[in-house]
C-alpha cells in the first residue's frame, strides 16, 4: 500500500552543507564550532558601514534575526553594508540588480562578519548566517568557522500567486513573503485578477471591486491591504510586480465597467455574453490610461506585468462593430492583428507612467512590437527551448516560468523534476544567454487557497529556488534531499506548514492544527 | 432500543433557500416552510418515550457539540424568541441519533443578516454500507494527536464511522507498548515526542466513541516491520548475503517460536487497548527475498514441507496470528494479500481489497465474495494519490456492487475505506489532502447510488459542504474556482 514495491527507504542524512538552501556558490567548511548562548548574541552596524541606525531594514532584521536564531554572550555578528545612500528608508527599493554579493564570514575570534554591497544583500546574508546555526545533543546552539561568497546566479527569482481564482486573505500573502525570503526569492509577481474575481479596490474604479469581486468588501484588497503587502515586501528585499491581464482573462472588469468587454453576438443580435477587452472604442483607452495611471502610482515597482496571454477570439469574430473595424484597418481575417493593435496601444499608454512592462510569450509570439526593455514571460510547455531560444534572439530579455508550473501536482517527489531544469539548456550564444534574467514559480489559483496553498507551494518551490540562485554545477540531486530536508524542517519550525518530502520526522513537528 | 429528541422552540414564517445535506439521505422531503430559530431559547430534549435519557454520555456531549456547530459565532445575550414549535428525530440507536443531529445540524442555514432557519423537511436515513473508514497512517509521519482529533470532527461530519488506525509500519513504531516499551523507545522517531502514549491512544479512542466512530487499530506484520525489529532483537530475519548475515533485515522470522510468544503477548495487549472486536493483522507485501537468503529459514522450509514456496511460509504465519486473534476474541481484518495466497482463514475475517491499477479490484470482489468472505473496499479510495484537477470525480463514481456476482455475494461487501497514506502526507498537508476529496467517497458509502449517480448535481452540493467545514474550522481545500462566505484565514 505503499509506493508498490519501494524496498530503499530514503532516510534524510547529514549533509556536509549542513542545511544551506540555497547552496551558496563558495563555501568553506570547518570543524571548529562556536557556542551561542541566549543572553547577548547582538547585529551589529559595524563602523565601516555605510548603512546607519536609521536603516530600516537592518533595524528590523536585528529585531526579528535575535527572534529567529538566538543570542550568545560574546558572539557578534557585525553586519556592514557599503554603498553610500543604500539605506534610504523611505525611498529604498529593491531593484533588478544582481549585485548584491554578501560575503560572510566566521572566523576563529567570537565574532562574525558580513559585507554586502547593499542592504538587499545583507538580508541574503543575515538569512544565511541563521541557517549556519544548528544545535548540538545537548540542545545548545552551535555554528562552525565558515566562510562564505556568494550571490545569485540569476536576478529575478519569483513566486506568482493567483489571488482572483480563490481569493487569498493578506495573512497567507504576507507568510509567504516571509518563506519567499528564506528562500531567497526576490520578486512576488501579484497576478492580482482575472476572469472569476476582481479583488483589487481601485481609488479612481471603485466599481470595479464593488461589482467584481466575490464579495465587496470581505473578498477585496483595499490600498491599505495593497501597501501592507508592498511594504512588508519591501522590508525583506522583496520587489512586487502586479500583473493586470488584458485583454483576455478580464471577464471579472466587465462586471464593474459596462462597455469594457466586447459584446458577442449570436447571429445578429448581442448573445448577453462578453469576451476580451473591446480594442475599437476609445473608451477603452480612456479607462486604460487613468487605471494604468492609479497602477504607476501604487505599485512603486519598476516594472508592471500587462499580461496579454490566452486570448480566445471567438467573440470578436462574432461582433459586427469589430468586423467593421478589421475591414477599415485592412487586418483581413487575422484577429491576431487586432490583438497586437490593443496591445501596442496599451504598452504606449504604459510607457507615458515611466514603468517598463512585462508580457506572456504570445505578446512576443504575435509580432507586436516591444520597447527593447520588455521583459518577456515564457510559459507554454512543449517548446520551450525554441521559445527561449526566439525571444532571446529577438535580443528581449526572459523569464522562464514553462517548466515550474507548481500547480500541476501530481505523487511523489516532484520538486526533483523542477531541481532538474537548466534554464539555460536552450541553443544560444553567451549573449542570448545574457538575456534570461530568471524565472519563476507559478501557483495558479483553480485549486489553490488559504486552504492547501503553502503546502503545495513549499518546499516544492524551494528546488525553483536553488536552480535560481546556486551555480550551474549545483545538481547532486541526493545532497540536495538531505539539505532540503532539513532547510524543510527548518520552515515547519518557522511556522510555515511546509509539506514533508518523503517518509521522515522533524524535531518540532507542525503544531498549527 | 430507541431514542427520541425533541429540538425546542421553532418559529414559524416563511422564505427560501434550503441547506444541503451531505451525505443525501436516503430519502428526504422539504417544503419551503421555513422556520426561524432564535439561539436563546434553541434546546435539545430527551423524549419522554426514549430509553436513551439524560446521563447518556454520548448524547449530553452531542447536544452540546451541535449546539456549537449549528450556532457558530453565537454569543449569549442576543434577543429575540416567541413561537414553540419543534423538530423530533427518532433512531434505533445512539449512533443514529448521532447520524440525525449532524443531519440536523446541515438543515440549518444563516440569511445575510445572520439569522438561523431552518426548512419544514421529513427525512429518513439510513447507510447503504456499514463500514464506512478512513485509514490514517502515522508510521511514515508521526501525527500530533491534534491532527488525529480533528481528523475524527471531520469524519463525524460527513457520517464515516471507522477510523482505520495504521499505527506502525517500516519507518517509525509511535505505539508505546506497556508489555514492550524498547519497541518505541528504539523504534519511534524520537521516543519522546514521537509516539503515542496510553493516554493518547484512550484519548483519540474516546473521542472517536463520542462522534460514533469505531477505532481499528492495525499492527501489520510479517512484512512492513522493520521498525519493530530496533527494540525487539530476534524478531525480524536476519538476511544473509551468500554465507554470512548482511547486516540487513526482512520480515518477521516465520521459523522461531519467541516469534509467536512475542506476537501473542503484544497482540493480548493491544486487544485490551483498543475496544473494537475487530484487529487489522496486514499482511500485505512481504517480500520473499530476505527469507529466501537465510539457511535457517530455508531449513524450515523443508521441515515442514513447503518445499521452495514460500507463499506457503507466509501463508503459515499468518494462519498462525490470526488464531492467536481468535483467542482473544477478536476477529481479524487483512489486506487480500493474504486471501490471494490461499491462506486458511477463519470465516468470518473480512478481506480489504486494496490493489488496483494494474488489477482490476472488481474481479477480486467477485473472487472473494465468491468464496463467501466478507470484504472491504479501498482500492479505487487511495486518495493520497493526488493529480491536477477534480479528481474528487473520481471517487465519487466508483459503483462499489458493480462486479459478477450473485445477491448473496454483493452482501459480503460490508463496505469501504478512503486511504491517506503517508509517505508524502503530515500534519502541515493532512487536512486540505483529506477534504473534501474524501467527503465524496462518503456520499458514495452512505447515500442511495441511484440518487447520487450525477457528478453535475453533486458539485454544486459538494462545494456547499466545503463552504461548511470551511465554517466548522476544518482546513478543506477548494473543488474549483469559487469562495465561500467565511474564508479560511490562513496561518
Not at chain 1, 493586470?244 to 447571429?267: F, I, M, N, R
Not at chain 1, 516560468?401 to 539555460?424: F, M, R, T
Not at chain 2, 482463514?345 to 465468491?370: F, M, Q
Not at chain 2, 457528478?455 to 474550522?473: N, S, T
Request: glycine share 6%; proline share 6%.
Amino acid at each position: 500500500m505503499n509506493d508498490n514495491g519501494l524496498c530503499v527507504e530514503l532516510v534524510a542524512q547529514s549533509s556536509r552543507y549542513g542545511s544551506l538552501w540555497p547552496l551558496p556558490q563558495k563555501v568553506q567548511l570547518s570543524d571548529v564550532s562556536f557556542k551561542l548562548t541566549t543572553s547577548s548574541f547582538r547585529i551589529v552596524d559595524a563602523k565601516e558601514s555605510s548603512a546607519g541606525p536609521s536603516c530600516k531594514h537592518l533595524t528590523f532584521l536585528n529585531f526579528s534575526c535575535h527572534c529567529v536564531i538566538f543570542s550568545t554572550s560574546t558572539f557578534v555578528l557585525w553586519a556592514t553594508s557599503f554603498e553610500g545612500n543604500e539605506c534610504d528608508a523611505f525611498r529604498d527599493q529593491p531593484t533588478r540588480d544582481k549585485q548584491h554579493s554578501p560575503s560572510l564570514s566566521v572566523p576563529v575570534q567570537p565574532f562574525a562578519v558580513l559585507k554586502a554591497p547593499k542592504v538587499w544583500g545583507a538580508l541574503h546574508g543575515l538569512e544565511t548566517f541563521s541557517q549556519l546555526v544548528y544545535k548540538d545533543e545537548f540542545g545548545t546552539k552551535n555554528i562552525n568557522q565558515t566562510t562564505i561568497s556568494d550571490f545569485p546566479r540569476f536576478a529575478h527569482r519569483g513566486i506568482l500567486l493567483d489571488s482572483s481564482r480563490h481569493f487569498l486573505p493578506i495573512k497567507v500573502i504576507l507568510a509567504n513573503l516571509e518563506t519567499m525570503a528564506m528562500n531567497k526569492f526576490n520578486v512576488f509577481h501579484w497576478h492580482i485578477v482575472d476572469d472569476q474575481s476582481f479583488p483589487y479596490l481601485s481609488r479612481t474604479f471603485p466599481q470595479l471591486s464593488q461589482k467584481g469581486a466575490y464579495h465587496p468588501y470581505t473578498h477585496v484588497y483595499t490600498p491599505a491591504d495593497v501597501k501592507m503587502v508592498i511594504e512588508f515586501a519591501r522590508l525583506r528585499g522583496i520587489r512586487v510586480v502586479p500583473e493586470y491581464d488584458t485583454p483576455g482573462h478580464t471577464q471579472s472588469w466587465g462586471k464593474g465597467q459596462a462597455d469594457l468587454l466586447t459584446p458577442c453576438y449570436a447571429g445578429s443580435k448581442p448573445s448577453g455574453a462578453f469576451g476580451p477587452v473591446n480594442p475599437i472604442l476609445n473608451t477603452t483607452y480612456d479607462f486604460m490610461t487613468q487605471f494604468f495611471k492609479e497602477i504607476s502610482t501604487v505599485f512603486p515597482d519598476a516594472y508592471i506585468h500587462l499580461g496579454g496571454d490566452e486570448v480566445d477570439f471567438t467573440c470578436w469574430k462574432s461582433n459586427p462593430d469589430i468586423q467593421k473595424f478589421m475591414e477599415q484597418q485592412g487586418f483581413g481575417q487575422d484577429y491576431s492583428k487586432l490583438e497586437s493593435f490593443y496591445i501596442q496601444k496599451l504598452l504606449n499608454i504604459v510607457s507615458t507612467t515611466n514603468k517598463g512592462y512585462m508580457i506572456w510569450q504570445e505578446v512576443f509570439d504575435n509580432g507586436v512590437k516591444l520597447k527593447p526593455d520588455t521583459v518577456v514571460h515564457v510559459w507554454i510547455g512543449g517548446a520551450t527551448d525554441e521559445e527561449m531560444h526566439k525571444v532571446t534572439g529577438a535580443g528581449y530579455t526572459t523569464i522562464l516560468s514553462a517548466p515550474w508550473y507548481l500547480d500541476y501536482i501530481s505523487y511523489g517527489q516532484d520538486w526533483q523534476k523542477y531541481y532538474k531544469v537548466e534554464p539555460l539548456s536552450f541553443n544560444g550564444t553567451e549573449e542570448q544567454k545574457k538575456l534570461v534574467i530568471g524565472g519563476e514559480a507559478c501557483l495558479w489559483g483553480e485549486y489553490v487557497d488559504a486552504t492547501n496553498l503553502t503546502p503545495r507551494l513549499w518546499p516544492r518551490a524551494s528546488a525553483v529556488a536553488e536552480r535560481l540562485w546556486s551555480a550551474k554545477d549545483v545538481t547532486d540531486i541526493s545532497d540536495a534531499f538531505n539539505r532540503l530536508s532539513a532547510h524543510r524542517c527548518r520552515m515547519v519550525e518557522r511556522d510555515i506548514p511546509a509539506e514533508p518530502l518523503f517518509s521522515s520526522y522533524c524535531p518540532h513537528e507542525y503544531k498549527g492544527v | 432500543s430507541k431514542t427520541y429528541i425533541f429540538f425546542g422552540q421553532l418559529c414559524c414564517n416563511c422564505l427560501h433557500a434550503v441547506g444541503g445535506v451531505w451525505p443525501m439521505p436516503q430519502i428526504s422531503a422539504s417544503s419551503p416552510e421555513q422556520y426561524p430559530l432564535n439561539p436563546e431559547a434553541f434546546y435539545f430534549e430527551y423524549g419522554r418515550q426514549s430509553e436513551a435519557q439524560p446521563g447518556c454520555s454520548v448524547l449530553d456531549a452531542a447536544f452540546k457539540r451541535y449546539f456549537s456547530l449549528i450556532f457558530p459565532d453565537y454569543f449569549p445575550g442576543d434577543n429575540l424568541s416567541v413561537c414553540a414549535g419543534q423538530a423530533s428525530l427518532k433512531a434505533e440507536t445512539v449512533w443514529g441519533a448521532l447520524r440525525g443531529l449532524e443531519t440536523f445540524s446541515q438543515l440549518v442555514y444563516q440569511d445575510d443578516f445572520g439569522s438561523f432557519f431552518v426548512n419544514k423537511t421529513d427525512i429518513e436515513d439510513f447507510p447503504r454500507f456499514q463500514f464506512r473508514g478512513i485509514l490514517l497512517d502515522t508510521s511514515r509521519h508521526y501525527l500530533p494527536v491534534q491532527a488525529i482529533l480533528k481528523t475524527l470532527d471531520a469524519m463525524a461530519y460527513s457520517k464515516f464511522n471507522v477510523f482505520h488506525w495504521h499505527i506502525v509500519d517500516d519507518p517509525s513504531f509511535p505505539y508505546q507498548s506497556q508489555t514492550f516499551p524498547d519497541l518505541s523507545a528504539k523504534g519511534a522517531f524520537h521516543p519522546m515526542t514521537h509516539i503515542y502514549t496510553q493516554t493518547d491512544v484512550q484519548r483519540v479512542i474516546s473521542y472517536a466513541r463520542l462522534r460514533g466512530i469505531r477505532v481499528l487499530p492495525e499492527f501489520d506484520s510479517p512484512g512492513h516491520t522493520q521498525s519493530w525489529g530496533k527494540g525487539q532483537s530476534d524478531l525480524l530475519t536476519p538476511c544473509y548475503k551468500g554465507g554470512t548475515p548482511s547486516g540487513a533485515f526482512g520480515p518477521v522470522n516465520p521459523t522461531l517460536p519467541s516469534t509467536y510468544q512475542f506476537i501473542a503477548r503484544l497482540f493480548k495487549e493491544v486487544s485490551s487497548v483498543f475496544p473494537d472486536s475487530y484487529i487489522h493483522l496486514g499482511g500485505d507485501e512481504v517480500n520473499f527475498f530476505c527469507w529466501k537468503s537465510n539457511p535457517d529459514v530455508r531449513a524450515f522450509m523443508q521441515k515442514m514441507g513447503f518445499g521452495t514456496d514460500f507463499t506457503k511460509l507466509e501463508a503459515f504465519y499468518m494462519e498462525s496470528i490470526v488464531n492467536i486473534t481468535s483467542t482473544l476474541n477478536k476477529t481479524a481484518i487483512v489486506w487480500q494479500d493474504v486471501f490471494d495466497y490461499h491462506e486458511r482463514i477463519p470465516e468470518d475475517t473480512v478481506l480489504h481489497i486494496w490493489k488496483g491499477v494494474p488489477y482490476d479490484y472488481t474481479k477480486e470482489l467477485s473472487r472473494i465474495t465468491k468464496a463467501g468472505k466478507r470484504v472491504v473496499l479501498a482500492a479505487p479510495w487511495y486518495i493520497n494519490h493526488i493529480a491536477y484537477g477534480q479528481d474528487w470525480r473520481k471517487s465519487y463514481t466508483v459503483q462499489p456492487l458493480n462486479f459478477s456476482g450473485t445477491e448473496e455475494q454483493k452482501k459480503l461487501v460490508i463496505g469501504g475505506e478512503v486511504c491517506m497514506w503517508g509517505e508524502y502526507v503530515d500534519a502541515t498537508n493532512l487536512t486540505p489532502r483529506l477534504w473534501p476529496r474524501a467527503s465524496a467517497a462518503a456520499e458514495r458509502l452512505w447515500s442511495d447510488e441511484k440518487q447520487t449517480s450525477s457528478v453535475e448535481k453533486a458539485f454544486p452540493r459538494l462545494q456547499d459542504f466545503r463552504c461548511k467545514l470551511l465554517r466548522r474550522g476544518i482546513q478543506a481545500e477548494p473543488l474549483y474556482v469559487g469562495h465561500c462566505r467565511h474564508e479560511y484565514q490562513g496561518i
